[in-house]
């Protein structure tokens, strides 16, 4: 299995990077990607990815994040990397009242607009988005910008299915969190019924939403991530290898890179 989506340069992993990918490895875990939150963890997330074979990165400032000061300027040199392979995690918030909506928004709004003469320029890439109690207002912002529809994938998905078919509808992928797993979240598990095999992917989102059956651990890691996977396999009715195959695949695709072997 492949993590399409963590954070490894959050505190509660330092000094532990290399002991959380081995057991990565050990749980047949390919390999990883660390997303951005701010443009203030970029050289850190580079390196982190330089350093290690199987982790690349990505390039973005999370909507949560849009009061802290933006280095547009670090946010370019760090997309240039070889192994910083997407833009994100980008979007809006709205579960909380801070930072406001107007500011997440102007924030969200420039970054598109950086990606996008980014992407002229020849940095082409996914997109991955942050999307929480937001589809109506988020949708509509993205339909206007200039980057193809399906190249952004709406990830740790939190909605229903009437959401998730208009994520559809858009064109966007979607990737799903051991919130999938929570017998609190029936809705989401639903709403992972009616995404197409190929435009699916899992993620961990570790540290946090640690699936089933380990709930309990904190941080979340990417060793879990086959866990997800496995779930929503066994809610389609089909073999747990084979649609971890195919959501390898689709990784590999979306995101333009080679998964080593495990």
């Given amino acids: 299995m ?90 809006l918030d709205h579960h909380y009242p801070e930072p406001a909506r107007s500011l997440q928004t102007s924030v969200l709004e420039e970054q598109i607009a950086r990606i996008e003469g980014w992407t002229s320029e020849g940095l082409a890439k996914p997109v991955v988005v942050h999307c929480r109690d937001a589809f109506e207002t988020l949708l509509p912002i993205l339909d206007r910008c200039d980057l193809p529809n399906d190249r952004f994938v709406f990830h740790c998905f939190t909605g229903d299915e009437s959401q998730v078919r208009a994520v559809l509808d858009f064109g966007a992928w979607v990737s799903f969190t051991g919130i999938a797993t929570f017998a609190n979240a029936s809705d989401v ?60 695949g689709n990784a590999a695709r979306f995101f333009g890179i080679d998964i080593p072997s495990a």
């Fill in 2 to 91: 492949f993590d399409t989506h963590c954070h490894l340069t959050f505190d509660c992993y330092e000094g532990r990077i290399p002991e959380l990918l081995e057991a990565a490895v050990a749980d047949g875990v390919r390999g990883c990607i660390s997303i951005s939150t701010t443009t203030g963890d970029l050289a850190r997330l580079v390196a982190l990815a330089d350093e290690h074979s199987r982790v690349w990165c990505s390039a973005g400032v999370h909507p949560l994040y849009s009061d802290r000061p933006i280095d547009w300027m670090a946010m370019e040199r760090a997309a240039r990397h070889p192994k910083c392979i997407a833009w994100g995690e980008l979007g």
């Fill in 189 to 248: 598990a639903k709403a992972s019924d009616l995404v197409p095999s190929d435009r699916i992917m899992v993620e961990t989102d570790a540290p946090f939403l640690t699936p089933e059956p380990h709930r309990t651990i904190r941080p979340n890691e990417p060793r879990f991530v086959g866990h997800v996977a496995d779930f929503l396999a066994d809610r389609r009715g089909v073999d747990r290898r084979e649609f971890g195959r195919i959501l390898d």
